[in-house]
T-cell receptor, first 116, second 112 residues
Framework: NAGVTQTPKFRVLKTGQSMTLLCAQD?????MYWYRQDPGMGLRLIHY???????AKGEVPDGYNVSRLKKQNFLLGLESAAPSQTSVYFC???????????????FGPGTRLTVL | ELKVEQNPLFLSMQEGKNYTIYCNYS?????LYWYRQDPGKSLESLFV?????AVKQEGRLMASLDTKARLSTLHITAAVHDLSATYFC????????????FGTGTRLTIIP
């Protein structure tokens, strides 16, 4: 049971280039999330999904797109990277809301992205 | 707009001492989470607090939730070096959706 995995771990892009970050989970979770973490700002939600085929905007969605074609995968795309998108990106997943103490989000190891 | 504030932002404490990290939030919620992050690592879930008055304890850490005051605390007892990390609280106000709003984190350093 690998939990939540992210690919790649590190990436350097030039301004205007595009890339896709892949998140995979093997816990059969319905919900998946993409966050970015910047110094002094905690984590901010980019996009999320409440099930296969669904996506929704979070707090900072501009410049990003997502897709959830399979339940276990959640992709984050940057169509034209900008230096302001330099950040550490975390994917997370959680099961349906059941009101129990195990309904927490499980995080992947992160992707460190630098845009020059 | 939901705001989640933690204080202090930075905390250095000696081994063996006790201290408390505070998490205030601006909108009604009855679900609050605490996470730990080691430098360069991912976030690890510590506590899930689901109702007013909830108290959870794990080792030297104890978390509590007062929904009326919109306040959660993370209390550290007899700190040890291994507890050095950044601690985040996160609040959920969308029941059935589990979108979390995170605080900015408290960087805790335990000094021998």
């Amino acid at each position: 049971n690998a939990g939540v995995t992210q690919t790649p771990k590190f990436r350097v892009l030039k301004t205007g280039q595009s890339m896709t970050l892949l998140c995979a989970q093997d816990m059969n979770h319905e919900y998946m999330y993409w966050y970015r973490q910047d110094p002094g700002m905690g984590l901010r939600l980019i996009h999320y999904s409440v099930g296969e085929g669904t996506t929704a905007k979070g707090e900072v969605p501009d410049g990003y797109n997502v897709s959830r074609l399979k339940k276990q995968n959640f992709l984050l795309g940057l169509e034209s990277a900008a230096p302001s998108q330099t950040s550490v990106y975390f994917c997370a997943s959680s099961r349906d809301r059941g009101g129990s103490s195990t309904d927490t989000q499980y995080f992947g190891p992160g992707t460190r992205l630098t845009v020059l | 707009e939901l705001k989640v504030e933690q204080n202090p932002l930075f905390l250095s404490m000696q081994e063996g001492k006790n201290y408390t990290i505070y998490c205030n939030y601006s909108t009604t919620s009855d679900r609050l989470y605490w996470y730990r992050q080691d430098p360069g690592k991912s976030l690890e879930s510590l506590f899930v607090l689901l109702s007013n008055g909830a108290v959870k304890q794990e080792g030297r850490l104890m978390a509590s939730l007062d929904t009326k005051a919109r306040l959660s605390t993370l209390h550290i007892t007899a700190a040890v070096h291994d507890l050095s990390a950044t601690y985040f609280c996160a609040v959920d106000i969308n029941f059935g959706n589990e979108k979390l709003t995170f605080g900015t984190g408290t960087r805790l350093t335990i000094i021998p």
